[in-house]
Each structure stands twice: as C-alpha cells, then as structure tokens.
C-alpha cells in the first residue's frame, strides 16, 4: 500500500483530549517506520460554531478520499437547542449515511485487567470476547416518512419510520456471517419479529442468506428485548449478534457496561469493499463526548486508540501493530494503571491517572 492518508476528527466534548492520545500514537507510528500521514477536520458543534453545520460538504468529501477516518466524538449542551437537523449529531449521521457505512463493528471484549470493574460479576463477564455488527445506515435513524406535525387545537404528531429492504438486510448479514466465519462460527440475528414486519423480513433474509451461502454457521435468532436480557445474565453465550440500527445502539451501550466501562469500547464502521479493494471507514468511540468531564482531563482515552488499533487492522491490514497497540493496552491495565470511570470496589494495587498520563503509559508499552 502507498502512503495511507488518515483524516481526524475530534469533535467535541472529551473528543479532542482523547484525540491528542491518538495523535500521538499515530506520530510514534510514523516514527517507526508506518507510512501515513493525516490532516484534521470539524465535525459535530467544533463545525457549527466555525462553519454554521455540523459537517461541510468539503469535510465529508476528505472523509471519503482518505483511508480511514478517526473519530473522537461529538455533542454538547451548547448545541442542545439548535434546530434538529444542525444539531452535532446529524454531522456524525451525515458522515454514516454521504460515506455509506453499513456496517457497524462493536467488539466487547473484558480485559483479565478489569472484570472485576464491571457492575455484573466477575465470572459473568471474565474472558468476554463478543462482537456486535450494527446495520448503520437504515432502519428507524433514516426511514421516511419522519417529523413532527401540528395537528391544531395543541396536538402534534411525531413520526419516524422502521424500513429495511431485502439488499439492506443481505449485506450486513454478509458482514456479520463472514466475521463469525473468522471467530467461533456462531451468529445471533436480533429483532423484534413477534411484533414488527421488518424484523419478519429481518429473520427471513438472514435465515435464507445462512442457508445460501454460510451453511457452515450456526445462526440463531433472538428478540431483541431478550437479548437485552441475555446479555447481562449470561454474555458468553453469545460469539457475534446481528441487528438493526436502534437495536445496535441499544443492546452495545449494553455491552460496554460489560467490559468494565463505556470508556472501554471502540467500533469501526465500514463501507462497501470497492473494486480497487478499499473501502470507506470511520473508527470511534461508541462513548459520547462526556460534556460533565470535558475539559477536567480526565476522560479514558481507551476507546479512541483501541479504535485506532482497528483502523491499524481493518483498513491498512496492519495487523502486528493492532495487536501490539491493543496489547500495550492490556499490559497498561494489568499494572495497575486506571481513569476514575475504571475504579470500582476499594481499587487495591490500582494508580488513577488522567488522560494524559494514560495515553503516555500506552505509548510506552507500545514502543518498548
Ligand atoms: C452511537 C451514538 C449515536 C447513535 C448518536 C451520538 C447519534 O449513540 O454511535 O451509538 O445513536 O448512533
Ligand atoms: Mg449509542
């Protein structure tokens, strides 16, 4: 591969302090001989407060022509009271939907570190090692029609729409069966089918898909409101779970509670494989932008360079040095080292440190 060009964008809130962790990895990166280079853009309120939108044409275009994106995150208070459709957000749902990317990657994975960080019991949760593929770029987030309508005499009308199609549904199943493929070879496909059509039509594609062409795959189904369930009674059972947008956005902050703390958890959204054998990417945090911390430096920049060890793997087939950064994450954790979000119980043989000194640690580990 010739140089890979990287495009940040820190965003908001804690965003740029786990940024600048980030950064730093990726200058170690360079050091070292990896072939990059980046540049940053505005995104979320750090783009309405320059640019009046939370996402310029001209980001969105960069965004596309790099190899892969990085995220910090986006959204405030400030932002709070803006009209609906230039809020921060919808220049994160704007950056999902202009690059395609269908496919949402939520590993959970609980560090040997901290499964005794978790609010569930440590055997619940030791040795976890699940992955969530949430459909990112339909369903109830972008159906029409959607709105809100006055009705007169003081009654409005909220409207927002769940669709999937037959193609929607094939291709992210394809990504989660392919992923199973490469790990236990175990799929769960989560909806709501008892009550909803498109969770009907969910289970039909996936369960013809399987047959089609993943034979070798155990898949399973489950509703959604049992998967909630599952997850915090027994999460091991579970190898990879396919589901829609808004079940994908709920049952992973589920998830991430299980690994110790939201401030653990990285994702990768992905695009369509192009004929050239790229394909659009943007790696974040499922964490927000933490406005009660932002600021204090303290924030867990975990999650930022534990998505960018899977820009490493996904996107510059850099898969040494992904284990290398997720392994200096872990050797981190082991000594001792926690943010406050990571501190449970009595926190005996643990050192609590801030954004910064977490960020330097793993860099340390990480070049030694
Ligand atoms: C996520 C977030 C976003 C979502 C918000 C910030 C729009 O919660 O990535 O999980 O709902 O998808
Ligand atoms: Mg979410």
Same mark, same amino acid.
């Given at each position: ?69 990085? $995220? ?13 459709? @230039? ?10 939907? +202009? ?16 499964? #005794? ?7 619940? &949760? ?11 770029? !339909? ?23 769940? &669709? ?10 394809? @990504? #989660?069966?392919? *992923? ?8 769960? =496909? ?10 009907? *039509? ?47 956005? $709920?049952?992973?902050?589920?998830? #991430?509670?299980?690994? !110790?703390?939201? +401030? ?43 998505? *960018? ?12 040095? #992904? ?29 609590? &440190? +801030? ?6 640690? &793993?860099?340390?580990?990480?070049? =030694?």
């Amino acid at each position: 591969m010739s140089r890979a060009r990287l495009l940040l964008f820190a965003g908001d809130g804690i965003g740029p302090e786990i940024m600048a962790e980030g950064a730093r990895l990726l200058e170690a990166l360079r050091s070292e001989g990896l072939d990059i280079e980046w540049e940053e853009e505005l995104l979320g309120g750090a783009s309405i407060d320059k640019h009046g939108v939370p996402l310029t044409d001209a980001a969105l275009k960069k965004a596309g022509e790099a190899d892969a994106v990085l $995220m910090g995150a986006v959204g405030g208070a400030k932002w709070d009271t803006l009209p609906f459709d @230039v809020r921060p957000e919808r220049g994160l749902l704007g950056l999902r939907k +202009g690059l395609d990317l269908f496919a949402n990657l939520r590993p959970a994975l609980c560090f040997a570190a901290l499964s #005794a960080s978790s609010s569930l019991r440590e055997e619940v &949760v030791a040795g976890l090692d699940i992955v969530i593929v949430r459909e990112l770029t !339909g369903g109830v987030y972008f159906g029409e029609p959607r709105g809100i309508e006055d009705l007169g005499n003081g009654e409005r009308r909220g409207v927002n729409t769940q &669709v999937y199609t037959t193609s929607e549904i094939r291709r992210i199943g394809d @990504v #989660a069966f392919g *992923l199973a493929r490469g790990r236990g070879g175990r799929l769960c =496909s989560v909806e709501k089918a008892n009550v909803m059509e498109s969770g009907v *039509l969910w289970r039909e594609e996936i369960t013809k898909l399987g047959e089609e062409r993943f034979s070798d795959i155990e898949l399973s189904h489950m509703y959604a409101d049992n998967c909630a369930m599952q997850l915090v009674k027994n999460p091991k059972q579970f190898d990879v779970i396919v589901t829609d947008n808004l079940f994908g956005d $709920m049952l992973s902050d589920c998830a #991430a509670m299980l690994t !110790g703390s939201l +401030g653990m958890l990285p994702s990768a959204s992905l695009g369509e494989t192009r004929p050239d054998g790229g394909r659009a990417a943007v790696y974040e945090p499922v964490h927000g932008s933490a406005p009660d911390i932002a600021g204090r430096g303290v924030a867990n920049p975990l999650a930022l360079l534990l998505s *960018l060890a899977m820009l490493l793997r996904w996107s510059l087939g850099e898969d040494g040095r #992904a284990r290398r950064l997720e392994e200096a994450v872990e050797r981190v954790l082991s000594a001792g080292l926690r943010t406050p979000d990571l501190v449970s119980g009595d926190g005996e043989g643990v050192r609590v &440190v +801030g954004t910064k000194e977490m960020g330097a640690a &793993v860099l340390k580990e990480f070049s =030694s």
